[in-house]
Each structure stands twice: as C-alpha cells, then as structure tokens.
C-alpha cells in the first residue's frame, strides 16, 4: 500500500493552511433603507427589491 | 429520439428532473408565487411559460398537451382538473395582452444549513391599461423608425447599382487588355 513516506512537519502543513481564508462578502446598500445587502438580491431587512415589496416584513 | 441536455439535471436523470419540473409547475400554477432555488427557478421558467402560451389558445389539444407535460396523470383527478382550470380560465386570460415574460425571478440569497441560492418565482401582474398604451405607442415609433430606413436604404441603391456595374466591367476589360500584352512577347519569342 502506497504510504507518505515522512511526516508534514507542523511549518508544512501550517503554511498550506495560511492561504485557506473566506473571501470578503460584496455588500451595497439598499435603496430603500440603506442598510447593507447583497447586490441583486431581496434585501432582508426592509424585504424590497427593485422598489418592489417582495416580501412581508 | 431526443439527446438528454448537456451539463447539470435537476434530481438524478432525465425523468426525475421531468417529475420535478412537472411539480414546481403545478405549484407555480397553484400558488402563483413559490420559493425555490435559484437553479429550479431558472429552469422552471422556460418550462411554465410556453405552457401558459399553450393555454392562451385554450383549446382541447393544447389543454391535452399541458396535461401531458404536467404529468396530471399522475396527481389524483380532482386536483389535476383544477390546476388544468385555474390555468386556462384564470391565468392565460390575464396575460391575453402580454407576448411572453409571464413569470418574474427575484434572488433572496444563500439558504442556511446547505448555502443554496434561493429564489422566489413568481407570475407577473396583468397589463394595466396605461402599460399596453404605452408599450402600443412604442411598437408603432418602432415601426415608423423601420419604415423609414427602409424607403433610405431603397433610394440610393437604385441609383448606385449602374454606375457599379460600370465600373466592374472597365476594369476587368483593363485586366484582359494587360494579359495579352504579356503573352504576345511570349510567342514571338518561341
Ligand atoms: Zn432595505
């Protein structure tokens, strides 16, 4: 059976991990309440889209 | 026989995402405005609309080829005679004045527990009667746009077709000329 043949040292499997990050989140604000959202999306706090209520608050 | 679509299906194959598309139509059709994921909204649209275009007709065969491609088959009687209804006397009349686009897509964002996008789709308001005036009187600037163009266009290629021709004919009559001068040296020569 195929096995690593030495062990990752800590440095190795450190600095691999050091590029593993979340991407920031594009936001914009609303047109109706400016709180922030994601573009092209109902926002969540006041529920318009498009000047359009398109869900209940 | 039809080759299956390329690229991603909803559910496992071809006849699971038939079944799925069938039944998000039918909730469509039922509630008017549902909450799905994005990737079902998207592919629910091209497959609902041409179904209402279908019932705008309203005749028996089209009322038997939604039937079909709603699967109404497989839903209890009473319930597939409903849907059938409420599509071809309560939605197709609505959009009589609308030439397609009955349905709106609107994007709410990553669900919790598996981040998939969410959408809601939903059918649009009818036409109010302001609405079809306008979009009459845009048609018809439109058209006289065309037209005009048209009669433009028509005009001067009239009269620039001779002079075309004219031009075409002295210069190939110059080309042959040339050929022959350079093959006469040729032959006294030989
Ligand atoms: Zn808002």
């Known amino acids: 059976m195929a096995v690593p043949k030495r062990k990752k040292s800590r ?45 209940a608050v | ?3 299956p679509k390329k690229g991603p299906r909803l559910g496992g194959n071809g006849t ?18 549902i909450t799905t994921t ?4 998207r592919q629910l649209r091209p497959f609902v609309e041409p179904l209402i275009t279908k019932a705008k007709k309203g005749d028996l065969h089209a009322r038997r080829q939604v039937a079909a491609t709603l699967e109404l088959r497989n839903t209890p009687f009473y319930s597939g005679r409903d849907t059938l209804f409420k599509l071809f006397e309560e939605i197709a009349p609505r959009y009589a004045a609308r030439p397609g686009g009955y349905t709106r897509i609107v994007k709410l964002g990553p669900r919790r527990g598996d981040n998939a996008p969410m959408a809601i789709i939903e059918l649009v308001e ?65």
């Open chain 1, 11 to 55: 440095s190795r499997t450190r600095s691999r991990r050091a590029q593993w990050k979340a991407a920031p989140l594009t936001l914009v604000a609303c047109d109706r309440c400016q709180e922030t959202k994601r573009p092209h999306t109902v926002c969540q706090n006041c529920g318009t889209y498009d000047k359009r209520q398109v869900l």
């Open chain 2, 1 to 3: 026989m039809p080759a």
């Open chain 2, 16 to 33: 699971h995402q038939k079944h799925i598309l069938a039944n998000l139509a039918k909730s469509l059709i039922e509630h008017e405005r």
């Open chain 2, 38 to 41: 994005e990737a079902k909204a």
């Open chain 2, 126 to 190: 009818p036409l109010t009667v302001a609405q079809e005036a306008t979009r009459e009187a845009e048609a018809a600037t439109k058209r006289a746009v065309k037209e005009n163009e048209a009669k433009a266009e028509a005009a001067p290629a009239e009269d620039a077709a001779p002079v075309a021709d004219e031009v075409t004919e002295t210069e190939v009559a110059d080309e042959v000329e040339d050929k022959v001068e350079d093959a006469a040296p040729k032959s006294d020569e030989a």
